[in-house]
């Protein structure tokens, strides 16, 4: 069934059959009921990324006050960026904004999950276009539940074994360096899914393995990941919410667009990931 009625009236309509569903029945003000909290959590982490077509730009407190429905916020997403002039102002990290931070610079055209290098890096994300682009400059997500269940139980099983070292060492902007090691798979809280967990940003390599095991194998991860059948988009217009869970989702921006692209955005605080 794509479209899925809870008792709540919320509807989660599927997008693919691996990943993102749009969601109906929620306006933006509500003021929503534990049961529809915990409705649209729990869909949050089965369709790891949700959809929301309000119609209209939403503002910066209708943003922060929808935030609520899907956890506690994080007061700075971690990464501090370096300046070369120290008077300058620091890109605010409330917003995405190709002008300030080049895709391609900052790396966010490289599929990834944020914040990996930390102990607890965030439970999810949101984002919604302050200034939408013209043309093209979407982002899409990859399911991470997808990417492990189309792997053989010979690769499930080795890489069930595995630690991974993430590190900021492949983002230079970053002010201060970071790294931290998380379970190569890990496990949903909520779904109980198994999930991979190793992204081209910040997954330095395996412990207890050689440089070239290590290399070759996170190169063949990398590529998996990059499979179309994982994958959702949104082309980003007025009014567009998306949430994504990122321990069981990966997304990146395609940086192939035209106009200002500038995103709203903030980060829910996570615990640690583990198998
Ligand atoms: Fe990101």
Do not use: C
């Given at each position: 069934?794509?479209?899925?009625?809870?008792?709540?009236?919320?509807?989660?309509?599927?997008?693919?059959?691996?990943?993102?569903?749009?969601?109906?029945?929620?306006?933006?003000?509500?003021?929503?009921?534990?049961?529809?909290?915990?409705?649209l959590?729990?869909?949050?982490?089965?369709?790891g990324?949700?959809?929301?077509?309000?119609?209209?730009?939403?503002?910066?407190?209708?943003?922060?006050?929808?935030?609520?429905?899907?956890?506690?916020?994080?007061?700075?997403?971690?990464?501090?960026?370096?300046?070369?002039?120290?008077?300058?102002?620091?890109?605010?990290?409330?917003?995405?904004?190709?002008?300030?931070?080049?895709?391609?610079q900052?790396?966010?055209?490289?599929?990834?999950?944020?914040?990996?290098?930390?102990?607890?890096?965030?439970?999810?994300?949101?984002?919604?276009?302050?200034?939408?682009?013209?043309?093209?400059?979407?982002?899409?997500?990859?399911?991470?539940?997808?990417?492990?269940?189309?792997?053989?139980?010979?690769?499930?099983?080795?890489?069930?074994?595995?630690?991974?070292?993430?590190?900021?060492?492949?983002?230079?902007?970053?002010?201060?360096?970071?790294?931290?090691?998380?379970?190569?798979?890990?496990?949903?809280?909520?779904?109980?899914?198994?999930?991979?967990?190793?992204?081209?940003?910040?997954?330095?390599?395996?412990?207890?393995?050689?440089?070239?095991?290590?290399?070759?194998?996170?190169?063949?991860?990398?590529?998996?990941?990059?499979?179309?059948e994982?994958?959702?988009?949104v082309?980003?217009?007025?009014?567009?919410?998306?949430?994504?869970?990122e321990?069981?989702?990966?997304?990146?921006?395609?940086?192939?667009?035209?106009?200002?692209?500038?995103?709203?955005?903030?980060?829910?605080?996570?615990v640690t990931?583990?198998?």
């Amino acid at each position: 069934m794509t479209v899925a009625i809870t008792p709540t009236g919320i509807r989660f309509e599927k997008m693919t059959a691996a990943i993102g569903a749009r969601v109906h029945g929620i306006a933006l003000d509500e003021q929503a009921t534990p049961q529809v909290v915990q409705t649209l959590r729990e869909g949050l982490h089965q369709h790891g990324v949700l959809l929301f077509e309000f119609g209209k730009r939403v503002e910066e407190e209708q943003f922060k006050n929808f935030s609520h429905l899907f956890g506690e916020v994080e007061p700075v997403y971690g990464f501090s960026t370096k300046k070369e002039d120290p008077t300058a102002k620091q890109p605010d990290a409330s917003y995405m904004d190709a002008v300030r931070q080049p895709l391609r610079q900052y790396r966010t055209n490289m599929w990834h999950s944020d914040g990996t290098p930390f102990e607890r890096p965030p439970q999810a994300a949101m984002l919604t276009p302050v200034e939408a682009p013209e043309l093209g400059g979407g982002t899409m997500w990859s399911s991470m539940y997808a990417a492990y269940e189309d792997l053989s139980s010979h690769y499930q099983r080795l890489l069930e074994g595995l630690t991974v070292l993430h590190s900021t060492m492949r983002t230079p902007f970053v002010k201060q360096q970071t790294q931290t090691t998380h379970p190569a798979i890990i496990r949903d809280p909520v779904t109980g899914k198994k999930a991979l967990f190793v992204n081209s940003i910040y997954s330095e390599r395996f412990l207890d393995m050689s440089e070239r095991e290590s290399d070759s194998l996170m190169r063949f991860l990398f590529e998996h990941v990059n499979t179309p059948e994982f994958h959702v988009g949104v082309t980003w217009r007025a009014g567009i919410v998306a949430v994504w869970e990122e321990r069981v989702t990966q997304h990146r921006a395609v940086d192939s667009f035209v106009g200002p692209r500038k995103l709203r955005r903030l980060t829910f605080k996570g615990v640690t990931p583990s198998a």
